[in-house]
């Protein structure tokens, strides 16, 4: 029975191991190579003997996570610590990194000299010399630098602007004065080198009103034009905090994207998020403990290298022996990251904290409804936005703070300023689907080219200006066309099929070329490619756009899939290449659905039959194995003369089979149940039993009838209590196993009943 159930389940078990997900390949290249703008930046920490302990450890890797963080390996960093000179044997800074590039080398180099900032004891100063940082800072950032690169100075302080004890300005009673002198001209300074600065003041000390002051002072300017890239103060109230708003600052200042990940003591794993439109990332992990170990896996569940190419990413760690380490990503696969963290026993009581930088870039697609418009017709222009492989973006908080800025320019009148929103109000269908749509109506003193054009900007992406063109048209085309794609939900390889309408109103021929644009090639096609319209034809055309095949997508398809943006066109070749159509297509593609996703049905109805099949066999096995068992047969042991001498009850037997003997057979003959003795009975499923002797084979035993047992004694059956219903009493514990009962019942119990109790 267990055989037979075994093979019935493990049919099954092969039916699951068909579902094992296929592995994924490798990712395609980019169209263009990404760039990383560098930047030119220095640290002031402030060292001042106000600070606590944890202040200063917080310090060190909040300079840490931003210089191991920087994406570019071109940017340049210096960190020094302050204070305030409050005796000639004093100095009111003290330089611990000098400037280096944040390549792979420099940022390991910046991770260790951050180690050196120290807090100072009262007798080494305890004021706050800003004018003296500012100044530093300043000097660092302009001295054999490219002025190219941006300027930007962040200032850590826990307190205010305090000169008091500090010779060097002058008199007691003027420091104070002569100190706010200096710090405005240092900012006037700043501002006249083109450097900006961004405070961070932690604890209940800072005045905010100071550090806005501060902020406000040097160069205004920031990487984009944009609010959130103009230099601010930031505050918070405790050490613990001062890591992620130092992180978040320099985001804004350097025009990257920022996302705080959770907290966790090890061993844990952390998950972070990186977008699709990361082109470069930085996963920053604050261990708090060099002992811990941390081991990073991509959205597929790949375990990734520190260092070199895995899957066509770029992988280089920093800092991996420090507190604080960053794995630098190019062209990571977008999704969520894990971050496992591990660590041996008495190393397991600090959180470890993770965090990513990254910058990206965002394209755009657009389009005008109609592209050859009359004058004084209405078009809609829409704006959609794309990863640089063409993928969309649906995602909202991945272009948070986008500025959209849109022109329509053609001959015969003045530019025209339009405004594409996503708040689904208008032309625009949907809110924050990643499409800004807008209207304008074509002046009628339009005549000639259009041109559309339209400029996205946000912090962290590069910026994108896209345009499109078209011409006013003279009166009636000679040739119209409709297309319809429908929105598609596919897989690799596949095809979405759609109609072109076209309607030719002239008399000669015209040749219409087709294409997909706006997305990298290769990814959609569209056939056929040309269209022969004859005269006066009047109807429809198939049209079929494919997509690419699997290993074109790589680990870019995940279980989310993926939604391509590309744009169908239809361009009349006879007609000086005017353009017909412009029609967005929308194609999410999914990865090709497993052997479960396509015949679920099938397993499932296999599954069923299996277990109907398990559960007939084991009711069959079950019944089998009732109809024989012996348990409840009388057997009846008959002399020659035809007297029944006694009765004895079967039990259950070993493997349906009552085993038993004959004792003392010429003097007081009873039947005992006995292992392995020389008889055994089991039921007919013909009805009545089997007898089985030792070495004399199997005789039927009828339920009217006898069986010769030996030269004076026959077995034969009385009534069966199992098929007559009848229970006989519970036999009491002292019942011995080779008791007899009579015909009459007046006999002792039975021994088969201690069989099956």
């Known amino acids: 029975m267990r055989r037979a ?33 560098a930047v030119n930046y220095s640290i002031a920490v402030d060292e001042s003997a106000s600070l606590a302990p944890e202040d200063m450890k917080a310090e060190k890797a909040a300079a840490a996570r931003i210089a191991l963080g920087d994406v570019s390996s071109s940017s340049h960093a210096t960190v020094f610590g302050f204070a305030a000179a409050e005796s000639g044997a004093q100095r009111a800074v003290d330089p611990v990194c000098p400037r280096t590039t944040l390549d792979a080398a420099g940022r390991e180099t910046i991770g260790t000299c951050v180690g050196k900032l120290r807090g100072r004891t009262k007798n080494e100063g305890t004021g706050t010399d800003f004018p003296s940082a500012i ?119 350097h025009c990257l994207r920022h996302e705080q990940g959770p907290s966790k003591r090890p061993p844990a794993t952390l998950e972070i998020g990186i977008s699709p439109l990361a082109t470069v990332g930085s996963i920053v992990v604050d261990k708090g403990d060099p002992q811990v170990k941390i081991t990073y896996l991509d959205p597929n569940g790949h375990q990734v290298p520190t260092t070199g190419t ?47 930088l990254w910058q990206g870039e965002l394209r755009g697609a657009i389009t005008m409804d109609p592209p050859s418009p009359q004058a004084g017709e209405k078009v809609t222009v829409t704006m959609r936005l794309q990863t640089r492989e063409g993928y969309e973006i649906k995602d909202a908080r991945d272009y948070e703070g986008l500025r959209v800025r849109s022109e329509l320019t053609g001959d015969g009148f003045e530019p025209l300023a339009l405004r594409l929103t996503d708040d689904g109000q208008g032309p625009d269908s949907k809110a924050s689907d990643g499409s800004f749509t807008g209207s304008v109506g074509i002046p009628k003193s339009a005549d000639g080219a259009l041109k559309v054009s339209g400029t996205l900007t946000a912090s962290g992406l590069s910026a994108d200006t896209r345009s499109e063109g078209g011409q006013i048209a003279p009166g009636a085309l000679p ?8 929105t598609a939900n596919t897989h690799p390889g596949s095809k979405v099929t759609g109609t072109l309408a076209v309607h030719n109103t002239s008399d000669t021929p015209h040749t219409l070329r087709l294409s997909v644009a706006d997305l990298k090639s290769g990814l959609l096609t569209v056939t056929p490619a040309e269209i022969q319209v004859k005269p006066g034809e009047s109807g429809t055309r198939k049209v079929t756009v494919e997509v690419a095949p699997r290993d074109v997508f790589g680990d870019r398809l995940g279980d989310g899939g993926l939604r391509l943006g590309g744009t169908v066109t239809v361009v009349d070749t006879t007609d000086h290449d ?92 009873r039947i005992e149940r006995r292992a392995h003795g020389p008889y055994a009975v089991q039921r007919s499923p013909e009805g009545g039993a089997v007898l089985r002797k030792r070495g004399g084979g199997r005789t039927p035993l009828p339920a009217r009838g006898q069986v010769q047992l030996t030269d004076t004694l026959s077995l034969a059956l009385g009534e069966d209590t199992r098929a ?18 009579s015909a009459t019942g007046t006999g002792e119990s039975g021994s088969s009943y201690g069989s099956y109790l």
């Open 310 to 356: 895995y899957r066509k990413s770029g992988f280089e760690l920093a800092g991996g022996s420090g507190t604080v380490e960053a794995l630098k990503i190019v062209d990571p696969v977008p999704g969520t990251w894990r971050v496992k963290a591990e660590a041996p026993e008495g190393h397991r009581s600090v959180p470890v904290a993770v965090s990513v």
């Open 135 to 253: 100044r530093q800072g300043v000097h660092d950032l302009t001295t054999g630098t490219d002025p190219s690169q941006p300027r930007v100075l962040f200032l850590l302080t826990d307190g205010k602007l305090d000169v008091q004890d500090s010779p060097k300005y002058g008199d007691p009673a003027h420091r104070k004065d002569e100190g706010e002198q200096q710090l405005t001209q240092e900012l006037e300074n700043a501002a006249a080198q083109h450097v900006q600065i961004w405070p961070l003041g932690f604890g209940p000390d800072p005045d905010k009103a100071q550090l806005d002051r501060i902020a406000a002072g040097g160069y205004q300017k920031g990487c984009v034009e944009l609010p959130s890239a103009r230099p601010s103060a930031g505050k918070v109230s405790g050490a613990k905090d001062v890591g992620p708003m130092l992180e978040k600052i320099f985001a804004a200042a």
């Open 5 to 37: 159930a075994v093979g019935a389940l493990g049919g099954m078990a092969v039916l699951v191991s068909l579902l094992a997900p296929a592995g994924h390949d490798p990712v395609p290249a980019a169209d263009s190579e990404p760039a990383f703008p």
């Open 724 to 741: 007559s219903k009848v229970r006989r009493p519970r036999p009491s514990a002292r019942t011995t196993a080779g008791s007899t009962t």
């Open 578 to 669: 005017r353009t017909l159509v412009r029609t967005p297509l929308s194609v999410r593609v999914t990865p090709e659905p497993g052997i479960w996703a396509k015949f679920w049905w099938a397993f499932v109805s296999a599954a069923a039959l299996i277990a109907l099949a398990t559960a007939a066999v084991l009711a069959w096995l079950r019944q089998r194995r009732t109809r024989r068992d012996p348990f409840g047969l009388v057997l009846r042991l008959v002399s020659a003369e035809g007297n029944v001498l006694g009765e004895h009850l079967a039990g259950h037997g070993h493997k349906q089979w009552y085993e038993f003997a004959v004792v003392e057979p010429h003097r007081s003959p």
């Open 479 to 486: 040739v119209t066309t409709a297309l319809e794609l429908p």
